[in-house]
């Protein structure tokens, strides 16, 4: 176990072993940077290549809020060529506070790198699947294309078909695309336009990306018995 925080006093490095070298406690004084993390990491593989690692980060949040993405980034590659000798697994945990939130996107995939999710979207996805399963359903399977089509629209208040004119080769029609951005709007993740009496035309300025990341995350790791991890 590696503690990395400014908070500790001191620069010395100090490292406690407990019977049986199960366990191995590393304190890193001040100041905290990725090569010595990796450093203090390194030091803890020389006696465990023969061993199946579960590497633990948690939480990564300070690191990313502090530091930002490329930080992370360097912290992640490291670890990836220190462990590539190793049967290895890394697990990452980090709180989705508003300060870390927008660079969370440019590291962790939500279809890829999420495997559990504690966020306040996931108490309204589970109303919506009670309340609208149908809708919820179209939301599940398409909240890729609904993402890619608000983010490639160049218009601030489309319809539903013009957001589905800037997918490439899509799976959604533009029907299916408006049931699963009407989700959205359910969720918050965007509003729609009230100033028209036509089809509905969505208000692309109030898009909240980080907000589309979480229930992306969180539909990415929906529970085979319908029940969303928390």
């Known amino acids: 176990m590696v503690s990395a925080s400014d908070l500790t006093r001191g620069a010395a ?11 191995a406690y590393t ?11 990796l450093e203090a990491v390194s030091g803890h593989l020389a006696e465990a290549r023969d061993l199946e ?23 992640l590659d490291g670890l990836r060529v220190r462990l590539d000798s190793c ?16 660079s969370v996107a440019s590291v962790f995939d939500p279809a890829a790198d999420v495997d559990r999710i504690d966020h306040s979207v996931v108490a309204p ?29 160049e218009r601030n208040y489309p319809q539903a078909k013009q957001i589905h004119a800037a997918l490439f080769e899509p799976e959604t029609t533009p029907r299916t695309l408006g049931t699963a951005l009407s989700g959205l709007v359910t969720l918050g993740v965007l509003n729609t336009w009230s100033e028209t009496v036509g089809p509905t035309r969505y208000d692309l300025t109030a898009y909240r ?21 928390d």
């Open 27 to 37: 304190v890193l004084g001040t100041p905290v940077d990725v090569e010595r993390i």
């Open 209 to 229: 990306p980080v907000r589309m990341w979480a229930v992306g995350a969180a539909l990415a790791v929906d529970g085979d018995d319908g029940s969303l991890d």
């Open 53 to 75: 690692l579960t590497v633990i980060i948690d939480d990564i949040e300070p690191l990313l809020a502090e530091h930002g993405p490329g930080a992370v980034n360097e912290l």
């Open 13 to 23: 490095t100090a490292t406690q072993v407990v019977p049986g070298r199960g366990l």
């Open 87 to 102: 049967r290895s697994t890394v697990v990452i945990g980090c709180s989705l506070t508003e300060r870390a939130a927008p």
């Open 125 to 153: 996805l589970d109303r919506l699947r009670e309340a609208d399963p149908t809708t919820f359903g179209y939301l599940r399977r398409h909240w890729t294309e609904a993402r890619a089509g608000i983010e490639q629209c």
